[in-house]
């Protein structure tokens, strides 16, 4: 069974900039009722997906005090019990950030662990790849960063 995540955040001066996981030093963070780590975002409704199991919007929802500020990171651990809970085990998942900036390339690893750690998975089943978006459109401006991923579960 597969399972499709995409998310979208704009950046905001002050806030720290939170991808899969990791604080990455950048001008701007990402805006969001949580940390807005994008990238967990997009994997977290991925896993979500693979089961028809409704998108974090229900399980984390927005403006709910609770999740003031909440770390993504138990996004993806509860995404990823719910999975277990109906019998089922995650097998791979695949990513891509689309940012003009910053790289994000030098802190994969990083990102693959924590993001392994949620999951309770290898670090080699988390793919984390990064495109900019050749200048084009509000990625192009640097007005924010989007996510895509697609996540794989079998029968456990
Ligand atoms: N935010 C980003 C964007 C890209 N990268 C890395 O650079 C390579 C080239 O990107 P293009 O958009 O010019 O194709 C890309 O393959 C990534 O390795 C990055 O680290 N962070
Ligand atoms: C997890 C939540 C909780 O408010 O995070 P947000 O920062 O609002 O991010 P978004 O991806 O717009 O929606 C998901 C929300 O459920």
């Known amino acids: 069974m597969i399972g499709f995540g995409y998310d979208i955040h704009r950046f905001k001066e002050g806030r720290p900039l939170i991808l899969g996981g990791v604080e990455i ?20 409704d991925a896993i979500l997906g693979t089961l028809g199991l409704p998108d974090i919007g229900h399980w984390f929802p927005p403006g709910d005090p609770s ?8 996004i993806l651990e509860k995404a990823a019990a719910l999975i277990r809970e109906r019998g089922y085990e995650l097998v791979n998942i695949d990513s891509t950030l ?8 030098p802190h994969r690893e990083a990102m693959q662990k924590k993001i392994a750690e949620a999951l309770g998975l290898a670090p080699e089943r988390i793919g984390i790849k990064a495109t900019t978006n050749e ?12 996510a895509m991923a697609v996540a794989l579960i079998k029968q456990a």
């Open 25 to 44: 030093s950048h001008t701007h963070g990402l805006d969001g009722h949580s940390d807005a780590d994008v990238l967990s975002h997009a994997i977290a």
């Open 98 to 105: 689309v940012a003009e900036a910053p790289k994000v390339l």
């Open 135 to 146: 200048l084009l459109g509000a990625i192009g401006r640097q007005e924010g960063i989007a």
């Open 67 to 74: 999740c003031k500020d909440i770390n993504s990171l138990l």
